[in-house]
């Protein structure tokens, strides 16, 4: 019912809500920096392919400052990036040693990825006198595949987190009957033929087929969950569940044998079986999140680069030599968001939306608000009804199917139900962006000189950072209670000596003045002549 | 290294030694960009005050360059060794966690340092600059306190479960003089560095200017030679540590010259070190004792000597730090003796023979060489271009 705190729904109702949030804080943080990396090199190699065809000197201008622009955010990007790193591997440990193990491949190629940025960025930027205008334009082509190869491969491990190839979400929109999701493993036919069918069969396991050397399951998440747990706590197999479904010579064989060890030669065979090079890029949604990561950040850098000469004609006179400069940028970066915004809220946030729904039925369930604990956003703003009927077109694709119900989900596999107002919220900053985008695309084109469409144009980079981080938040919060779906819950994830919660504030207070400090230095760079 | 498979020895490894190069340059040129704009400011040289936004420039690159492969080499850590990974984790909140919090501070004040150069008030930028070049030696205060617990892990107490007393851990022995090396270190390798470049660039130019990056070059070789002169005392207080704490590690870096038994000898890389620091030295007193200008003519024997000491510094951190590295194998915590006190999770977490199987494959190893060699050689044509780029008023 209202009434229910939905913050503390989100830090208490799951474990670690200490650390949670300073992994959020300390990843936007990450994401705010990340989004120049990978939207400026685009907008500064359109500006210089526009220079190449038409020899206006402007263009040529504008790629430089971009490029001054993106060397900085890449520099701060990879500092970010590795305290972001190191806060991983400090607060959720056995997350970070179970990716290292089973899906290290496209972190081990993000290497690569970090070379080529760090090279190709540089040399656009440093050798730009010492090479052709042509081959200076392939290098930053090259910096900016750099910064999206880098991406594609983050973003691949982030997908199977949210929707491992190999976990089944149990939904079915023709009837709107929810079951827990399924884990499909390959289990090795010598460890199979230490388990009891019977006994399998009793606690939900379904043996799907066998073949040469492996035997196909399909196990309940649930207990998934429970061996993951039993076995990063040091258990043996016989102090755990597995212990129940061995037959009696096997439990006595192996009962001495760390859980961990029969559970990593399971996990370790499934990948192989799949593929160790490609599994984490058959994540259920892994295109429609690069996709529209990708998205946001070109629109964030396109509102910003926007803001940024708004802010710059606001301040110049008239006489300015320069301000005829500073509108044609104005008028490249306003078309740049118009386009970017107007794709992320139809083909791209419809893409992301349908996958939701499809492999994260829960978290769908979560964002719609299907629960009679809430008052529906949608709902409250009388639009309850246009959604509910759009809804299952857009995402089922079927004006008959049956979004999920949040509170016909069993309690220990719902997400907190504030994302749905993050969701919604989101939604509603993402349509004023579309119309700030217009308005801003019209009257640059059309030469406005009106300051309170220019100061409209210099906050929207601030809307466009919410509108991000709504979405990143929906999707992270919306994962709870898991840490790998299906697989790892946030509990097992934890590391085993949690710090104080003064630290963790502290730490987060601290990100976040640091965040704070460099807006306020990017904002004298803007703002204050020399 | 039997049990470690070679390109595990050799990437780790590679992509470290690249990291920890531009790391020592990044510790010495942060604390020379400030110093050099300040003291130009203070006597009015403005030529010193535009090499200092020059260097600047390319502090810039390097630093990102460093990052790209710490981050590298931590992601290729947890790609071979996720379960060391994994209990590092599990224990090492609070030194990586002032890592993390200093290097927040470090990219603000780099990017503040860059950004805000003429825009605020001359007294404000040195007091950004002084962040910059304190951060530096903030940033290895975390890490050398990691690498000193690799040593030996003092601190380490299993019960009720595995945690780090950090105030036990500070104490370890070799933690003190392998920190104070890692600093001084830097500002050796950033003055030396100085030094050859500034040598370098004095060939280009004529007249008054190649008077002054003559002069700029025998300070910055006279601030090196001072402290690689430190880091003797500092290197002999880090072996009576390692004496001290681990004997096994002590006699694979230098014991088997003093007819120890040793179980990884690599005492050929600390007289290769060695050798490196009597370069550096000898370059050093060559440049005190010779100027490089002598009635407006090079002295063509101080130029090479002034060449030789930037390198050589660099080779000597390089070299130093793969010690260290390698002379712990075939474990990551040098200290065999503790294995049968240890459980034997945390036994299998600290040996280095212990690589993911599922990473330790052949198609990986190709996949690596295939895409290394090309962005290495992209890597050389920013160096080069840097180097030789676009001319100190670029």
Same mark, same amino acid.
Not at chain 1, 195 to 221: C, F, M, Q
Not at chain 2, 189 to 214: D, H, P
């Given at each position: 019912?209202?009434?229910?705190?939905?913050?503390?729904?989100?830090?208490?109702?799951?474990?670690?809500?200490?650390?949670?949030?300073?992994?959020?804080?300390?990843?936007?943080?990450?994401?705010?920096?990340?989004?120049?990396?990978?939207?400026?090199?685009?907008?500064?190699?359109?500006? #210089?392919?526009?220079?190449?065809?038409?020899?206006?000197?402007?263009?040529?201008?504008?790629?430089?400052?971009?490029?001054?622009?993106?060397?900085?955010?890449?520099?701060?990007?990879?500092?970010?990036?590795?305290?972001? #790193?190191?806060?991983?591997?400090?607060?959720?440990?056995?997350?970070?040693?179970?990716?290292?193990?089973?899906?290290?491949?496209?972190?081990?190629?993000?290497?690569?990825?970090?070379?080529?940025?760090?090279?190709?960025?540089?040399?656009?930027?440093?050798?730009?006198? &010492?090479?052709?205008?042509?081959?200076?334009?392939?290098?930053?082509?090259?910096?900016?595949?750099?910064?999206?190869?880098?991406?594609? $491969?983050?973003?691949?491990?982030?997908?199977?987190? =949210?929707?491992?190839?190999?976990?089944?979400?149990?939904?079915?929109?023709?009837?709107?009957?929810?079951?827990?999701?399924?884990?499909?493993?390959?289990?090795?036919?010598? @460890?199979? =033929?230490?388990?009891?069918?019977?006994?399998?069969?009793?606690? +939900?396991?379904?043996?799907?087929?066998?073949?040469?050397?492996?035997?196909?399951?399909?196990?309940?998440?649930?207990?998934? &969950?429970?061996?993951?747990?039993?076995?990063?706590?040091? !258990?043996?197999?016989?102090?755990?569940?597995?212990?129940?479904?061995?037959?009696?010579?096997?439990?006595?064989?192996?009962?001495? /044998?760390?859980?961990?060890?029969?559970?990593?030669?399971?996990?370790?065979?499934?990948?192989?079986?799949?593929?160790?090079?490609?599994?984490?890029?058959?994540?259920?949604?892994?295109?429609?999140?690069?996709?529209?990561?990708?998205?946001?950040?070109?629109?964030?850098?396109?509102?910003?680069?926007?803001?940024?000469?708004?802010?710059?004609?606001? &301040?110049?006179?008239?006489?300015?030599?320069?301000?005829?400069?500073?509108?044609?940028?104005? !008028?490249?970066?306003?078309?740049?968001?118009?386009?970017?915004?107007?794709?992320? +809220?139809?083909?791209?946030?419809?893409?992301?939306?349908?996958?939701?729904?499809?492999?994260?039925?829960?978290? *769908?369930?979560?964002?719609?608000?299907?629960?009679?604990?809430?008052?529906?956003?949608?709902?409250?703003?009388?639009?309850?009804?246009?959604?509910?009927?759009?809804?299952?077109?857009?995402?089922?694709?079927?004006?008959?199917?049956?979004?999920?119900?949040?509170?016909?989900?069993?309690?220990?596999?719902?997400?907190?139900?504030? /994302?749905?107002?993050?969701?919604?919220?989101?939604?509603?900053?993402?349509?004023?962006?579309?119309?700030?985008?217009?308005?801003?695309?019209?009257?640059?084109?059309?030469?406005?000189?009106?300051?309170?469409?220019?100061? %409209?144009?210099?906050?929207?980079?601030?809307?466009?950072?919410?509108?991000?981080?709504?979405?990143?938040?929906?999707?992270?919060?919306?994962?709870?209670?898991?840490?790998?779906?299906?697989?790892?819950?946030? =509990?097992?994830?934890?590391?085993?000596?949690?710090?104080?919660?003064?630290?963790?504030?502290?730490?987060?207070?601290?990100?976040?003045?640091?965040?704070?400090?460099?807006?306020?230095?990017?904002?004298?760079?803007?703002? &204050?002549?020399? | 290294?039997?049990?470690?498979?070679?390109?595990?020895?050799?990437?780790?490894?590679?992509?470290?030694?690249?990291?920890?190069?531009?790391?020592?340059?990044?510790?010495?040129?942060?604390?020379?960009?400030?110093?050099?704009?300040?003291?130009?400011?203070?006597?009015?040289?403005?030529?010193?005050?535009?090499?200092?936004?020059?260097?600047?420039?390319?502090?810039?690159?390097?630093?990102?360059?460093?990052?790209?492969?710490?981050?590298?080499?931590?992601?290729?850590?947890?790609?071979?060794?996720?379960?060391?990974?994994?209990?590092?984790?599990?224990?090492?909140?609070?030194?990586?966690?002032?890592?993390? $919090?200093?290097?927040?501070?470090?990219?603000?004040?780099?990017?503040?340092?860059?950004?805000?150069?003429?825009?605020?008030?001359?007294?404000?930028?040195?007091?950004?600059?002084?962040? $910059?070049?304190?951060?530096?030696?903030?940033?290895?205060?975390?890490?050398?306190?990691?690498?000193?617990?690799?040593?030996?892990?003092?601190?380490?107490?299993?019960?009720?479960?595995?945690?780090?007393?950090?105030?036990?851990?500070?104490?370890?022995?070799?933690?003190?003089?392998?920190?104070? !090396?890692?600093?001084?270190?830097? %500002?050796?390798?950033?003055?030396?560095?100085?030094?050859?470049?500034?040598?370098?660039? %004095?060939?280009?130019?004529?007249?008054?200017?190649?008077?002054?990056?003559?002069?700029?070059?025998?300070?910055?070789? !006279?601030?090196?030679?001072?402290?690689?002169?430190?880091?003797?005392?500092?290197?002999?207080?880090?072996?009576?540590?390692?004496?001290?704490?681990?004997? *096994?590690?002590?006699?694979?870096? @230098?014991?088997?010259?003093?007819?120890?038994?040793?179980?990884?000898?690599?005492?050929?890389?600390?007289?290769?070190?060695?050798?490196?620091?009597?370069?550096?030295?000898?370059?050093?007193?060559?440049?005190?004792?010779?100027?490089?200008?002598?009635?407006?003519?090079?002295?063509?024997?101080?130029?090479?000597?002034?060449?030789?000491?930037?390198?050589?510094?660099?080779?000597?951190?390089?070299?130093?730090?793969?010690?260290?590295?390698?002379?712990?194998?075939?474990?990551?915590?040098?200290?065999?003796?503790?294995?049968?006190?240890?459980?034997?999770?945390?036994?299998?977490?600290?040996?280095?023979?212990?690589?993911?199987?599922?990473?330790? %494959?052949?198609?990986?190893?190709?996949?690596?060489?295939?895409?290394?060699?090309?962005?290495?050689?992209?890597?050389?044509?920013?160096?080069?271009?840097?180097?030789?780029?676009?001319?100190?008023?670029?």
């Amino acid at each position: 019912m209202p009434g229910l705190d939905l913050i503390s729904q989100w830090l208490a109702g799951y474990p670690a809500g200490g650390e949670r949030l300073l992994s959020m804080v300390g990843i936007e943080v990450h994401w705010f920096i990340l989004q120049y990396v990978l939207g400026l090199p685009l907008l500064a190699v359109v500006a #210089e392919a526009l220079w190449l065809r038409s020899g206006d000197e402007d263009w040529k201008r504008l790629s430089r400052t971009l490029a001054k622009g993106f060397v900085a955010v890449f520099a701060v990007g990879a500092a970010t990036g590795t305290a972001s #790193e190191f806060g991983l591997v400090l607060l959720w440990p056995n997350l970070t040693e179970a990716a290292g193990r089973y899906i290290y491949f496209p972190l081990y190629m993000e290497i690569f990825a970090f070379i080529m940025e760090g090279a190709f960025i540089y040399l656009y930027y440093y050798a730009e006198r &010492r090479m052709s205008p042509k081959v200076h334009l392939v290098v930053g082509l090259l910096a900016m595949a750099g910064a999206w190869y880098s991406a594609s $491969m983050i973003l691949s491990v982030n997908s199977f987190m =949210q929707s491992p190839a190999n976990v089944v979400a149990n939904y079915d929109p023709s009837t709107g009957s929810w079951a827990p999701p399924d884990v499909l493993l390959y289990v090795p036919t010598q @460890i199979a =033929q230490a388990l009891d069918p019977n006994k399998l069969s009793a606690v +939900g396991i379904r043996i799907l087929g066998s073949g040469a050397g492996d035997v196909t399951v399909a196990i309940p998440s649930g207990l998934v &969950r429970t061996l993951m747990a039993e076995a990063f706590s040091g !258990k043996t197999v016989a102090e755990s569940t597995l212990a129940a479904v061995a037959t009696p010579e096997a439990a006595q064989a192996i009962g001495s /044998v760390p859980l961990k060890a029969v559970l990593d030669q399971i996990v370790a065979h499934t990948i192989e079986r799949a593929g160790i090079f490609q599994i984490t890029f058959m994540s259920g949604g892994y295109l429609a999140t690069l996709m529209h990561a990708l998205g946001a950040a070109v629109t964030v850098s396109s509102f910003t680069v926007a803001g940024a000469y708004a802010l710059r004609i606001l &301040r110049s006179s008239a006489e300015d030599p320069d301000s005829e400069y500073f509108r044609k940028a104005l !008028k490249f970066a306003s078309t740049f968001a118009l386009v970017a915004i107007a794709l992320q +809220g139809t083909a791209l946030g419809h893409a992301m939306g349908s996958a939701v729904a499809k492999h994260n039925p829960e978290k *769908f369930a979560a964002m719609e608000g299907t629960s009679s604990q809430i008052v529906s956003l949608p709902d409250s703003l009388g639009l309850g009804g246009l959604i509910r009927g759009v809804m299952p077109a857009l995402s089922y694709g079927s004006p008959d199917a049956k979004i999920p119900n949040y509170d016909d989900i069993d309690p220990d596999y719902r997400p907190p139900l504030l /994302v749905h107002y993050m969701y919604y919220v989101k939604i509603g900053l993402g349509v004023l962006l579309g119309l700030i985008g217009l308005l801003l695309a019209i009257s640059a084109w059309r030469g406005s000189k009106a300051n309170w469409i220019l100061w %409209l144009t210099a906050i929207s980079p601030a809307i466009a950072h919410v509108t991000s981080f709504l979405g990143w938040g929906t999707r992270e919060l919306g994962r709870k209670p898991w840490a790998i779906y299906g697989i790892m819950d946030v =509990q097992t994830e934890l590391t085993i000596n949690p710090p104080p919660a003064w630290q963790l504030a502290a730490v987060a207070l601290y990100l976040a003045l640091m965040l704070a400090l460099l807006l306020a230095a990017v904002y004298v760079f803007l703002w &204050r002549r020399r | 290294m039997p049990g470690i498979p070679l390109p595990v020895e050799f990437l780790i490894p590679f992509v470290f030694g690249v990291h920890i190069a531009l790391v020592n340059l990044d510790i010495g040129l942060s604390t020379a960009i400030p110093l050099m704009k300040w003291t130009g400011e203070k006597k009015g040289d403005g030529f010193l005050v535009e090499r200092s936004k020059t260097l600047m420039r390319y502090y810039a690159g390097t630093y990102a360059i460093a990052g790209v492969f710490g981050t590298a080499f931590t992601v290729a850590l947890l790609s071979f060794y996720p379960q060391f990974i994994g209990l590092a984790g599990h224990l090492t909140w609070v030194p990586f966690g002032l890592a993390i $919090m200093a290097i927040a501070l470090r990219f603000l004040s780099i990017v503040g340092y860059w950004y805000l150069w003429d825009k605020i008030s001359s007294g404000l930028h040195a007091a950004i600059g002084a962040a $910059m070049a304190l951060t530096g030696f903030l940033v290895p205060l975390g890490f050398r306190a990691v690498f000193a617990f690799l040593n030996s892990p003092e601190g380490l107490h299993l019960e009720p479960k595995p945690y780090l007393d950090v105030a036990e851990a500070l104490a370890n022995p070799s933690f003190a003089p392998l920190y104070l !090396k890692s600093v001084v270190g830097g %500002l050796a390798v950033g003055a030396l560095v100085l030094a050859s470049a500034y040598a370098w660039r %004095l060939t280009e130019v004529e007249g008054e200017a190649r008077r002054r990056y003559a002069e700029l070059a025998s300070t910055a070789a !006279k601030y090196g030679a001072i402290a690689v002169v430190i880091m003797v005392p500092l290197g002999v207080w880090y072996l009576a540590g390692l004496w001290w704490t681990t004997p *096994f590690k002590f006699a694979n870096v @230098i014991g088997s010259l003093m007819g120890m038994a040793a179980q990884s000898d690599y005492s050929w890389l600390f007289i290769l070190k060695m050798a490196l620091v009597a370069v550096q030295l000898a370059a050093a007193a060559y440049l005190l004792r010779r100027p490089l200008l002598a009635g407006g003519a090079v002295d063509p024997s101080a130029l090479r000597w002034a060449k030789v000491a930037g390198p050589a510094a660099l080779a000597t951190v390089v070299s130093g730090e793969l010690l260290n590295m390698f002379s712990q194998l075939p474990y990551f915590v040098a200290r065999p003796d503790l294995a049968a006190a240890l459980p034997e999770p945390i036994v299998q977490a600290i040996s280095a023979e212990n690589v993911n199987s599922l990473a330790n %494959l052949p198609e990986l190893y190709w996949i690596t060489a295939a895409m290394l060699v090309p962005l290495l050689a992209a890597v050389a044509a920013l160096f080069y271009f840097m180097v030789k780029g676009e001319g100190e008023g670029g």
